[in-house]
Nanobody, 124 residues
Framework: QVQLVESGGGLVQAGGSLRLSCTAS????????MGWFRQAPGKEREFVAS????????LYDDAVKGRFTISRDNAKNTVYLQMNSLKPEDAAIYYC?????????????????WGQGTQVTVSS
């Protein structure tokens, strides 16, 4: 089992930045990697970015490519999502989760142990 706790959300003006953190506890290294997803009101949960836990392979949704950066600190069991040039359409609850799927999956169905989420609000 692995437990995930997200933090770092908040209110920011359009064009601003936030850094989200996802801290894991438990059997972390039995999982292949970790991903960030987001869900806005009335919309489905959508993939944002993912990273291989034991390497530096990353994947981004086209909507955030070039603005968001996912990284990890193995010593702290933490994955970060640096979000720059935020837009109002980035507003959502952001969740992290782990996956055992090797490859480039972006489907929420392939991820487990979802955290409680952290709210990101972007004012225009």
């Amino acid at each position: 089992q692995v437990q995930l706790v997200e933090s770092g959300g908040g209110l920011v003006q359009a064009g601003g930045s936030l850094r989200l953190s996802c801290t894991a506890s438990g059997r972390i290294f039995s999982w292949y990697g970790m991903g960030w997803f987001r869900q806005a009101p009335g919309k489905e949960r959508e993939f944002v970015a993912s990273i291989k836990w034991s390497g530096d392979s990353t994947l981004y949704d086209d909507a955030v490519k070039g603005r968001f950066t996912i990284s990890r600190d193995n010593a702290k069991n933490t994955v970060y999502l640096q979000m720059n040039s935020l837009k109002p359409e980035d507003a959502a609850i952001y969740y992290c989760a782990v996956t055992r799927v090797v490859g480039t999956t972006t489907s929420p169905a392939d991820f487990r142990s979802w955290g409680q989420g952290t709210q990101v609000t972007v004012s225009s």
